[in-house]
């Protein structure tokens, strides 16, 4: 999970329309409008887990509703989600820091530890003490391990695909530190990318930089 701006946008305005109409008939906020805008702020991933390889998005309530149609169709309530996190998300996390207005990494720092198997660990370190983050915290690890047996076999293959993408990035930056000039320059391109808001996973990779700052303080520009 990461800072997401909700940003003033051509899709967002359309969303925003299409949602007073369906509040006004009692219709559905699942429009083909706000699905667009949120795909587009969220840079296609889960405003949870980062998971970009989604085959099912649901629209998640960052305040769950309960019947309020104030709550229901506001478009600042609205969060792009995958099907796992959403349906563990429910309403069992309240309140939860809003994305869209906090600096997640700032309260949260996102670590992988040992290696393959029963030695891995995924760690939430709380940095501040609000309930938000508490609630944010136990919603992560709900996420990333499992509840039900459904849940576990979820969160065994969310797993899986943070590992392969953390272990892709910790090669590219294996290759920068070692790597002269030329090739120096483009590695350091991939980088940035990889250190982007719309990267999957960007919040264990720039922490992972955070935490070896004094080895990669010349990437530290690129998320600060």
């Known amino acids: 999970m990461i800072k ?4 003033s946008s051509e899709k967002a305005e359309k969303a925003i329309e299409s949602l007073r109409r369906e509040k006004a008939r009692s219709g559905s906020y699942n429009t083909p409008e706000v699905n667009a805008a949120l795909r587009e702020m969220f840079h296609g ?3 949870i887990c980062e998971n970009k390889q989604i085959t ?3 629209i998640e309530h960052l305040v769950s509703h309960r019947g309020n149609a104030d709550l229901k ?3 600042n309530n ?7 996190c959403n349906n563990t998300k429910l309403d069992k996390y309240e309140p939860i820091i809003d994305c869209t207005k906090e600096n997640v990494e700032a309260l949260i720092a996102f670590r992988r530890t040992g290696y393959f198997g029963t030695d891995e660990k ?3 370190e709380k940095l501040d003490d609000r309930i ?3 609630n944010t915290i136990k919603l992560l690890q709900e996420v990333y391990y499992g509840s039900t047996p459904q849940k576990k076999m979820e969160s065994t293959i969310l797993r899986r695909m ?3 993408e953390l272990s892709a990035f910790k090669e590219y930056v294996r290759e920068y530190h070692e790597a002269e000039d030329e090739e120096k320059e483009d590695l350091k391109y991939l980088l940035q990318k990889e250190l982007r808001d719309s990267s999957p996973f960007a919040a264990f990779k720039r922490w992972l930089i955070r935490d070896n700052r004094e080895v990669y303080a010349e990437l530290l520009g690129y998320i600060e």
Do not use: G, M, N, P
């Not at 609205?78 to 796992?84: D, E, K, P, V």
């Open 73 to 75: 169709y506001d478009w």
């Open 162 to 164: 943070l590992r392969k």
């Open 78 to 84: 609205l969060f792009l989600a995958c099907a796992h």
């Open 4 to 7: 997401v701006e909700r940003k």
């Open 132 to 134: 938000e983050v508490e």
């Open 56 to 58: 099912s998005y649901q």
């Open 122 to 124: 995924l760690l939430f």
């Open 45 to 47: 991933k889960c405003y």
